[in-house]
Nanobody
Framework: QVQLVESGGGLVQAGDSLRLSCAAS????????MGWFRQAPGKEREFVAA????????YYADSMKGRFTISRDNAKNTVYLQMSSLKPEDTAVYYC????????????????WGKGTLVTVSS
C-alpha cells in the first residue's frame, strides 16, 4: 500500500516558478514509477511528466518540455515537479500517481493516486 500526498501548490503570477512535492508512505516507494498529471476546470486529466523507479528516465508532455522538471529522492520517498515560466493555462489541480508498469503510468493507469494540489497562475 502506498499513500501519496501532494503539496506546494498555490497562487502565482505568470512567469513565476513553483515546486510541487509528492510524499509517499510505504517502504516500496522506490519500486514504483511515478507520474504527474493535471486537471484544469472543465477538462480531462492530462499527462504532465513521469519518472522511472530509479529516476534514470524522465518523460514529459510536449507542452511542458523545457519548463517542467520531474525528479525523485527515493531516500525521502518524494517525487518533485519543478515548474518554471508558468502560464495561466497551467492552472489546474496537479496529481501525482504511482504505478509498477511504466506504460500504465504514462497513460494515467496508476496503482495509487494522491488527492492533488491546486496551482493557480494569474496573468
Amino acid at each position: 500500500q502506498v499513500q501519496l500526498v501532494e503539496s506546494g501548490g498555490g497562487l502565482v503570477q505568470a512567469g513565476d516558478s513553483l515546486r510541487l512535492s509528492c510524499a509517499a508512505s510505504g517502504r516500496t516507494f522506490s519500486s514504483y514509477h511515478m507520474g504527474w498529471f493535471r486537471q484544469a476546470p472543465g477538462k480531462e486529466r492530462e499527462f504532465v511528466a513521469a519518472t522511472t523507479w530509479g529516476g534514470g528516465g524522465s518523460y514529459y508532455a510536449d507542452s511542458m518540455k523545457g519548463r517542467f522538471t520531474i525528479s525523485r529522492d527515493n531516500a525521502k520517498n518524494t517525487v518533485y515537479l519543478q515548474m518554471s515560466s508558468l502560464k495561466p493555462e497551467d492552472t489546474a489541480v496537479y496529481y501525482c500517481g504511482a504505478g509498477l508498469r511504466l506504460k500504465d503510468v504514462l497513460v494515467g493507469l496508476m496503482d495509487y493516486w494522491g488527492k492533488g494540489t491546486l496551482v493557480t497562475v494569474s496573468s
